[in-house]
């Protein structure tokens, strides 16, 4: 740079010096203006403690966002501590900041269906499984509680929907009729895989089988014409027939028919009483005299 130019440089670069250091100075200063004070002085106790009063209310507010709830939760909580973990939940303690400790179970997506499958299980409704999840504190992964919408959607991944059950309770009672189980053995199944269509009574169990004897009924629950009960009682009808006209007594009959292996369908053994009725009803009477016993010593009717 020429000699007469350099006292004019020199000038310029300290201008240049001078305004970069002005402008550091106005940018410290604008940001010190603009940051609010976060001191609390014995004039904010009263608002402090009306604010914090409901925390639960102050966390759910609508307004809250998840950095402000982390603020929150930092300044209440010392340390959190994982136990176990799995593919479906993780086993927790926290550690508060007065001491106290709380144990705590946070569920996975995957562990959140197990759940919603094992309490359906139970005869749970939507809405308690819901209820009980929303009370251990799951969410889904968006935040939001876990409504019984959701747990529908588990349901229906694990075939546990209540039209699932419907079907499932047809073919229990249409495989048990087809297989002449007793019907109390196939109340017994009933309660222990359906539970949430119960309470299963044998009023209700006749009006399943009731709907499976329907034209409408799907080819597969459909029940076969003559089910194999039907068969038994026909076989027990014949045999009753033949003891009568050997002048047999009704409590005669019946220990006959124990004997020989027949099972009425509501009991364990046929008693006279049973065998009468069933004679009545399938002969359309209301009363039937059994005829005059030659042998004054056989047994009494």
Do not use: C
């Not at 130019?5 to 100075?25: F, M, P, T």
């Not at 197990?114 to 809405?127: H, L, M």
């Not at 089988?209 to 076969?224: C, K, M, N, V, W």
Request: proline fraction near 6%.
């Amino acid at each position: 740079m020429p000699p007469e130019l350099q006292s004019a440089h020199a000038d310029l670069w300290a201008k240049y010096n001078a305004a970069v250091q002005r402008g550091l100075e106005l940018k410290t200063q604008l940001a010190m203006e603009t940051v609010p004070s976060l001191s609390i002085t014995t004039a904010d106790i009263g608002e402090l403690i009306t604010l914090t009063g409901n925390i639960r209310q102050l966390w759910a507010a609508p307004q809250r966002t998840n950095a402000e709830k982390k603020e929150l939760l930092q300044t209440l909580i010392a340390e959190v501590i994982v136990h176990r973990a799995d593919r479906e939940g993780a086993d927790l303690e926290i550690v508060w900041k007065d001491g106290s400790r709380q144990p705590l179970r946070v569920y996975r997506a995957s562990g959140v269906e197990a759940f919603v499958a094992d309490r359906t299980r139970q005869g749970k409704s939507s809405q308690a499984i819901a209820d009980e999840l929303n009370a251990a504190g799951a969410v889904t992964a968006s935040g939001q509680p876990i409504s019984p919408q959701l747990v529908a959607q588990k349901q229906g991944r694990r075939g546990l929907r209540l039209k699932d059950e419907r079907r499932r309770a047809r073919q229990l009672i249409r495989q048990g009729l087809v297989e002449n189980r007793p019907r109390r053995e196939i109340l017994s199944q009933l309660e222990t895989e359906v539970p949430r269509l119960g309470p299963w009574t044998p009023q209700r169990l006749s009006d399943y089988i009731r709907q499976l004897r329907q034209e409408d009924a799907s080819e597969r629950e459909r029940l076969p014409a003559v089910l194999p009960a039907e068969q038994e009682k026909q076989r027990v009808l014949a045999f009753t027939e033949q003891a009568l006209g050997a002048g047999q007594t009704w409590k005669a009959i019946a220990v006959s028919l124990n004997q020989a292996g027949f099972r009425p369908p509501r009991g364990r053994a046929f008693t006279p009483v049973q065998v009468r009725l069933l004679y009545l009803r399938a002969h359309g009477l209301s009363s039937f005299k059994l005829a005059a016993r030659s042998n004054p010593t056989a047994p009494g009717a």
